[in-house]
């Protein structure tokens, strides 16, 4: 009888090399899965969420910019943390860099803030 994991790993969402293109990651942050196994990946580095159908080879923006533009306003994100789904599949996502939660509600362009203040983090970059 054998215990524990199965050893044999399969990626099931991107290619295993960075992009922004509908089949790559860069830096997914986390996931969550609706109840038709469709995966929503946080996308943080490319500033979306990335929905991928169940045994689909690419995937669909369905928060964010496609192609991975960030910003303050409802339509953008900046370095998403983490994504959570509600019962009738809508999305709240950890907006880290504009402090703030995001409800994206089903087929949606924009969100709408439902915690934080919504103000862009500004970092001074120190270069040795």
């Keep these: ?16 090399t960075s992009g922004t293109g509908a ?16 995966l929503y990946v946080a996308d ?7 929905k991928w159908l169940y045994g689909a080879s690419n995937g669909s923006t369905v928060a964010g910019s496609p192609t991975g533009i960030p910003g303050s306003n409802l339509s953008y994100l900046i370095f998403p943390l983490d994504v959570e789904l509600d019962s009738s599949g809508n999305l709240y996502i950890a907006d ?6 995001v409800l994206w509600t089903v087929g949606a362009s924009s969100g709408t803030i439902v915690a934080g203040a ?4 500004i970092y001074k970059r120190v270069f040795i």
């Design 96 to 101: 880290s860099d504009n402090n703030r939660v």
């Design 1 to 16: 009888m054998s215990t524990g994991w199965n050893k044999t790993a399969a990626i099931v969402a991107g290619v295993g």
């Design 118 to 121: 919504g103000k862009m983090t």
């Design 44 to 50: 943080r580095i490319n500033n979306r969420t990335q």
């Design 23 to 38: 089949t790559r990651f860069n830096l997914p942050a986390a996931i969550a899965m609706d109840s038709s196994k469709s």
